[in-house]
């Protein structure tokens, strides 16, 4: 990426310009859309300078505190500037503000009056006016009639000619923003607890407005209502928040929550949005109509006028770091940077801080509040660990379902009850092996073993697109003796229907939520009672509240405890803490069973106890011992290239320029833990820095390795900061 100079003709003198702001250049002839990352009077360029074409009118005016913050995003995750604005900013090109339209419909007082007297004669128009007067007064989509009625256009135009409905033509949006039906706002209700915790962050941000606020506390204390009472008070003064969420799948319930207290002044963000639904969201910040944005990452970036609060809801979750295209940012530190940069407060809000964060509440850097009680005033569950490698645990052919989980799961539903399993594997099986020679059948273009899919009888790759059907044989030794290990959600789904035939089962997992509405869909039948059982991969221990869930269950909670990652047990502890918050968040009593091979764990076993501040204290010990982040700064450059020698090369050289300074600890080069991915070999360093050099480290890494890495044959990825090491 590479910045050119370029000078604002005449006509455009007397026009604000300003960072990030889209324009249209000549560019080998061509025309390119680019855009201004700095203004300057006198040019070191001495060459001949063409004129800008033209400027995006319609594209927003990025406030001086977002570009601070883009500017802070290129220097410190090494990223160049172009590429970041590229990221943040994509819609700045693309500013037309055009949806499709669509119709709707109702009943008019003539139309009630001739209906009620018999005066509609005919057939179609009579069923659309009855159907009509049977919706109170609601406006109705006209392709609601499409199957039932020919000519439907021409039956609804004599029907609005007649003066017997009433139509409005409407941006065509699916899903959430699809506000067709009017919403009465509701009155929020605070405990004495809630409103004592409240007022202490008001009172904190009065006093240290920078200082971010952690807002923690029991599962199904109510986190959610002190910030939307903070929220009032917020937007009672003409300004806008951001609520960010780290998952696709938290957006549905946060939104229903929001939109109920601040009806049609609520927008969403995500990357799965059609253009027509981000049209509508960007319209809507640019004439000031929603003033909550909700949303994933990306959220972050958008320019609503007068932020004046952001919030960072499960702010422990790994999925706020961006992990594939640079910059490799993480979502919570750039909001607060953002925040400083603004001048307006922030909230991170989680039951299970990450330990970056209580590190930081423990340095004073942070003020942290506490919920201590339910917010129903009702019991934590009772909470059981079950002991896998135990035999009078074990079931014949209930695969990793124990005897006492079988019981509750039974108890549960009898008590017209609702059940969430958590097994963290999708698939059928883990991985499909050889009886014969052990041979791990793996992807050809990863170093990874493939998963057996058994809902599509496919072997399938998690990190690429590569499927196969060819399992019947070993491809080392020819032997037929094909064995499946492990358990995935699919298999666990099979399993639940042979033990009890009867009962609704749903899952939720990557492969049953293909797009932005099945997400929606199935969490919503689920909460509509539709189903006995939800099973699920992580996604369903992240802030969902259902109301009748009084079990919830972790079939292995060993997964990934062993990953070779120094955060493993961290994420473990969090997981398991997470999903015990899920039960009986309104019921008096609910249960959680936490199955495990090795129940002497201490990240199993604090976590089941609730204990937060015994397992951080360990995990710090642990991690100022062995010198690893919050202690250090830690950084891991990774170099991905289809030429196995020629990515060794590129990283060996990379080494000899890190090697020239003293003042950090270099580890590798290395294989990285997964060794290819997508017919990409991948070679990591990891450096680790006193924090005290972290601004000397990042200006020597800008001016000395950050040179042409994007002209080379590999991929060379910064990642600042990193929440995985594999």
Known sequence: FKSFTYSIPTNLLDTTLYIGQSINVPFRKNNQNGFIISIFDKPDFKGKILDINSINKNAFYIDNELQKTLFWISKYYCCPLAKVLNIALPF???????????????????????????????????????????????????????????????????????????????????????????????????????????????????????????????????????????????????KSVIILVPEISLISSTYDIMNSYFPKSVGIWHSRMNKSEKNLVLKNIKNLSFNIIIGTRSCLFLPVKNLGFMVVDEEHEGAYKQETNAPLYHARDVAIIRSKFNKSPILLVSSTPSIETYFNLNEKKYKGFQLEKKYSNNLLPSIKLINMSAKENYVKNSGLLSKTLIDKIQETVQNNKQVLLLQNRRGSSYIIKCSNCDYIKKCINCSTPLKFHQASNILQCHHCTYKTKDYTSCEKCASELIELSGSGTQKIENIIHTIFPNYKVLRYDRDS??????????????????????????????????????????????????????????????????????????????????????????????????????????????????????????????????????????????????????????????????????????????????????????????????????????????????????
């Open 92 to 238: 700045q090109h693309k500013m037309k503000f055009t949806t499709p339209k669509e119709y709707y419909i109702k009943i008019s007082q003539k139309g009630i009056s001739d209906l009620n007297h018999n005066k509609i004669k005919y057939k179609n128009q009579l069923y659309i006016l009855k159907f009509l007067y049977r919706e109170n007064n609601n406006f109705i989509n006209v392709n609601t009639f499409k199957n039932k009625i020919k000519s439907l256009t021409q039956t609804w135009k004599r029907l609005e000619n007649k003066e017997y409905i009433i139509s409005k033509k409407v941006e065509k949006i699916n899903g959430l923003l699809n506000q067709s039906k009017e919403i009465t706002s509701k009155i929020l209700k605070l405990t004495t607890g809630q409103k004592i915790v409240s007022s202490k962050i008001q009172e904190h941000y009065k006093k240290h407005m920078l200082c971010p606020a952690v807002l923690s506390g029991v599962p199904g204390s109510g986190k959610t209502i002190i910030y939307i009472d903070l929220i009032k008070r917020i937007i009672s003064n003409n």
């Open 513 to 726: 939520v293909k797009n932005k509405n099945n997400y929606f869909e199935l969490l919503n039948k689920f909460e509509s009672g539709q189903a006995n059982i939800l099973i699920g991969t992580q996604m369903i221990a992240k802030g969902i509240d259902f109301k009748n869930v009084a079990l919830v269950g972790i079939l292995n909670s060993d997964i990934g405890l062993y990953a070779t990652d120094y955060r493993a047990g961290e994420r473990i502890f969090q997981l398991i803490y997470q999903l015990i918050g899920r039960a009986g968040r309104h019921l008096d009593i609910s249960t959680a069973v936490i199955q495990s091979f090795n129940t002497s764990d201490i990240h199993i076993k604090y976590a089941c106890q609730l204990n937060i501040k015994k397992m951080y204290d360990h995990i710090l010990s642990e991690r100022e011992q062995l010198f690893y982040p919050p202690f250090s700064r830690l950084i891991r450059i990774l170099v991905l290239g289809e030429n196995k020698l020629g990515t060794k090369k590129r990283i060996d050289i990379l080494y000899k320029k890190l090697k020239t300074n003293n003042n950090f600890t270099i580890l590798g080069p290395s294989l990285a833990p997964i060794e290819k991915i997508n017919k990409k070999w991948r070679y990591h360093i990891l450096i680790k820095s006193d924090k005290k050099y972290w601004q000397e480290l990042y200006n020597w890494m800008n001016k000395n390795l950050m040179t042409n890495i994007y002209n080379s044959t590999e991929i060379i990825k910064f990642d600042v900061d990193p929440i995985s090491l594999l």
